[in-house]
């Protein structure tokens, strides 16, 4: 239990970041938050106004999220959810849409079901960073198998134009962050030190390809039909 609280804590701490963009608080508003885990940072935006929703593939922490009172939080896909036309004010994906099977067909429906002035938030690793390339396969965001995609800040761009959106603002975690997952790396290789690809790693920094961040973090906004 203690480990779960602590994953919420940092999904709540999170949603809160992706919301700092957004002109209002809650006020009634809906959000969605896509692979909301047990309800810890729908719980904060719920108390901050926000009339909440949320999916997540696994039943068990569903039925956690409910017993906070999110009684609109479902297990299952976006895809098979048939929410209506311009219906949500907010969409988040904190560390989710890389396990998705097809990220490309669940942004296409949250375009369709995002208001006309809502905005789409999305946390991903990312591929292109200083660390992956330094790391190779031992780096933190692979997370093979469960991570079915990974993204640069390029070809994330490229996904989000290609279902409707612009992205409105790119941002980055702190380089203390990517220390952190850099750790977690090496330690889940048992304490050897991998190669290190040293040369190519700073070759990519040098040059500004994918930055020194693990983490991408976009705000997308759509684009008028």
Not at 13 to 35: A, H, N
Not at 70 to 99: C, K, M, R, W
Request: hydrophobic share 40%; charged share 20%.
């Amino acid at each position: 239990m203690a480990k779960e609280i602590r994953v919420g804590s940092c999904r709540a701490s999170r949603l809160r970041s992706f919301l700092t963009g957004v002109p209002y608080r809650g006020e009634g508003r809906r959000l969605l938050d896509i692979g909301c885990g047990s309800g810890e940072a729908l719980a904060w935006a719920r108390d901050n106004g926000w009339d909440v929703f949320g999916l997540d593939p696994d039943p068990q922490a569903v039925e956690l999220a409910r017993r906070r009172g999110l009684h609109q939080v479902n297990a299952g896909d976006l895809l098979d959810q048939e929410y209506p036309d311009d219906f949500f004010d907010a969409i988040t994906f904190y560390q989710s849409l890389e396990h998705l099977h097809s990220p490309s067909a669940c942004l296409s429906e949250c375009r369709r079901i995002l208001a006309p002035d809502g905005a789409v938030y999305i946390s991903v690793p990312n591929f292109q960073s200083f660390p992956r390339r330094l790391l190779g396969e031992r780096w933190y965001g692979l997370q093979l198998p469960i991570h079915l995609f990974h993204f640069s800040p390029a070809t994330l761009s490229e996904l989000a134009s290609s279902c409707g959106f612009r992205i409105a603002s790119p941002r980055s975690y702190s380089t203390i962050v990517s220390a952190v997952t850099t750790l977690k790396s090496l330690r889940a290789g048992g304490g050897d030190l991998p190669p290190l690809n040293w040369r190519g790693a700073v070759k990519s920094a040098l040059r500004g390809n994918g930055g020194l961040s693990d983490i991408i973090h976009v705000e997308l906004r759509p684009v008028a039909i």
